[in-house]
């Protein structure tokens, strides 16, 4: 398929190398949200209003019975800080804004004007008023839901925002928003697994685009510096044979990327490589999970 910057066709890549794009930050995003929880492991109980208490606490004890990691070192902070919270609000905002990205893919493929992929009925309605349009409503919603995410981890910053120590009122509204965050989230993932387990590319009109010429300009380019010209003359010469319909390159778009193999290249082996270590991970991510159930820090 063709990859793009700009919006505008770029260079050759394969689909593959476009999904892992998106699974990168997922990934990210998932290590966030362990920090987030690991995070969550300080035991504020025994620090009082603000000055802990002349009574003999066994905090160390409770602490070990609750499953939290460590205890808070200053009674004060520990009223005060929201930190976690805050960690576990960006979080999702920011694996909402990346599910946005993906489902803006999604709906710029979807449009008769790319046609990349077709769209399931599970993942798209009709018109009300046109027969002919399938809409890819779960990409949009996607879209619109970082709003969500990003209002909440707004809402919750402004509320920290120069309180005094130690404890005030204003601290109660921590936990709409950090609700909201969460469910939000948890929608957003479970809406875009759907998105993706039901995407169906179209190979013919995705050959189609990937055999536009220019597309090797940069190829042709780089043949030039390797004979030993320098960057930006080899840029301008084959800029004007664009332009002049001269363009020639020595091999296809499949042949392109089969000399792209370096670490992170859209070579097909590097692809299907950097693919399985994915897997790898998310299925460590996931035992992870399985042995950090919610409430029970560390």
């Not at 606490?57 to 939290?68: K, N, Q, S, Y």
């Not at 805050?86 to 790319?114: G, K, M, Q, T």
């Not at 990327?257 to 859209?266: C, E, H, I, Q, V």
Request: with cysteine; glycine share 8%; charged share 25%.
């Amino acid at each position: 398929m063709p990859g793009y910057t700009h919006l505008q066709r770029a260079q050759p890549v394969t689909v593959g190398h476009h999904l892992l794009a998106h699974a990168e930050p997922l990934l990210r995003d998932a290590e966030r949200f362990r920090h987030a929880y690991e995070a969550a492991g300080d035991m504020p109980l025994g620090s009082g209003a603000l000055a802990a208490t002349t009574l003999p606490l066994l905090r160390e004890a409770v602490r070990r019975e609750l499953g939290f990691e460590r205890l808070t070192s200053n009674s004060i902070d520990a009223v005060a800080d929201r930190d976690f919270a805050l960690d576990l609000a960006y979080a999702c905002a920011c694996a909402s804004i990346h599910l946005s990205r993906l489902a803006e893919d999604v709906v710029i493929w979807a449009s008769s004007e790319f046609g990349f992929v077709r769209l399931a009925d599970e993942v798209s309605t009709g018109s009300s008023l046109m027969p002919q349009k399938k809409n890819p409503d779960i990409a949009e919603l996607l879209r619109g839901r970082a709003g969500r995410s990003l209002g909440s981890l707004v809402t919750l910053a402004t509320v920290l925002k120069g309180l005094p120590l130690a404890y005030d009122r204003d601290l109660q509204e921590d936990k709409p928003a950090l609700f909201a965050a969460v469910d939000n989230a948890l929608d957003s993932l479970a809406a875009a697994a759907l998105l993706v387990q039901h995407l169906e590319f179209d190979r013919e009109r995705l050959a189609g685009a990937a055999s536009d010429p220019g597309l090797l300009a940069t190829d042709a380019a780089e043949i030039l510096v390797r004979s030993g010209v320098p960057f930006r003359k080899a840029h301008q010469t084959v800029g004007r044979q664009v332009l002049e319909g001269t363009l020639k390159v020595p091999w296809t778009a499949q042949a392109s990327l089969m000399k792209r193999d370096l670490p992170g290249a859209p070579h097909p082996g590097r692809v299907a490589a950097r693919a399985a270590a994915v897997r790898r991970e998310a299925r460590a991510l996931h035992r992870w999970t399985k042995g950090h159930p919610p409430g029970l820090p560390g």
